[in-house]
């Protein structure tokens, strides 16, 4: 991770915020030859001591399911915003120009559940996102395509050992420099962009 002091968010509640708007994550471990991912939906828990923890599912016997069932050691990578920086926006000169981007990365154990433990798994997530009234709605799904699902499909838990970030938002230029690069992301039609000039314009004192 590229890590410099100044790009670092330390306000706990902003990136406990930013994982609960990026929740599809990054999930890495070690394979047998290679290391493995897979790109999963997760749900965040804070305990009553500060502890953290998120949960989800996958698919069994893939090559992430075996990697992680041999090795419990992972990475989450969440990944935000990001936009190019001209260093044409600069007020100084003979600068390099640069990308902006937000990610949070945690490290952790991961536990599998057992069919019940899978069964809420599924039922929490897709609660999360569908209404009670939706067609979707975990309640409107049959007892007999759950539990197929079930025998494909395992639930875990992460707890989560070790988190770090880079919100990197051209905090090392001149606030004039920093007003320069939200105005000319501002004009950019990528929402990426606007995201990015939003989070800039924020930190400039």
Same mark, same amino acid.
């Given at each position: 991770?590229?890590?410099?002091?100044?790009?670092?968010?330390?306000?706990?509640?902003?990136?406990?915020?930013?994982?609960?708007?990026?929740?599809?994550?990054?999930?890495?471990?070690?394979?047998?030859?290679?290391?493995?991912?897979?790109?999963?939906?997760?749900?965040?828990?804070i305990?009553?001591?500060?502890?953290? *923890?998120?949960?989800?599912?996958?698919?069994?016997?893939?090559?992430?399911?075996?990697?992680?069932?041999?090795?419990?050691?992972?990475?989450? #990578?969440?990944?935000?915003?990001?936009?190019?920086?001209?260093?044409?926006?600069?007020?100084?000169?003979?600068?390099?120009?640069?990308w902006?981007?937000?990610?949070?990365?945690?490290?952790?154990? #991961?536990?599998?559940?057992?069919?019940?433990?899978?069964?809420?798994?599924?039922?929490?997530i897709?609660?999360?996102?569908?209404?009670?009234?939706?067609?979707?709605? *975990?309640?409107?799904? %049959?007892?007999?395509?759950?539990?197929?699902?079930?025998?494909?499909?395992?639930?875990?838990?992460?707890?989560?050992?070790?988190?770090?970030?880079?919100?990197?938002?051209?905090?090392?230029?001149?606030?004039?420099?920093r007003? %320069?690069?939200?105005?000319?992301?501002?004009?950019?039609?990528?929402?990426?962009?606007?995201? #990015?000039a939003?989070?800039?314009?924020?930190?400039?004192?």
């Amino acid at each position: 991770m590229y890590k410099l002091p100044y790009f670092t968010e330390t306000d706990h509640e902003n990136i406990i915020a930013f994982i609960r708007e990026n929740p599809f994550a990054i999930v890495t471990g070690f394979g047998e030859k290679y290391p493995v991912a897979s790109h999963l939906p997760l749900q965040l828990h804070i305990k009553e001591d500060g502890k953290m *923890f998120f949960s989800g599912h996958l698919m069994k016997n893939t090559d992430h399911h075996k990697a992680f069932e041999k090795n419990e050691h992972i990475l989450l #990578i969440f990944n935000g915003p990001h936009s190019y920086v001209s260093a044409s926006w600069y007020t100084e000169k003979n600068v390099a120009s640069t990308w902006n981007y937000i990610t949070v990365h945690a490290k952790g154990k #991961i536990r599998f559940t057992d069919e019940e433990g899978t069964y809420n798994a599924i039922k929490a997530i897709t609660d999360q996102y569908e209404g009670a009234d939706s067609p979707a709605s *975990f309640e409107n799904l %049959s007892a007999e395509y759950v539990n197929r699902l079930i025998k494909a499909i395992i639930g875990f838990e992460i707890e989560v050992t070790e988190m770090d970030n880079v919100f990197k938002l051209s905090q090392n230029h001149t606030a004039e420099t920093r007003k %320069s690069i939200v105005d000319h992301l501002r004009e950019a039609s990528d929402s990426n962009a606007h995201t #990015i000039a939003s989070e800039v314009d924020k930190r400039i004192d």
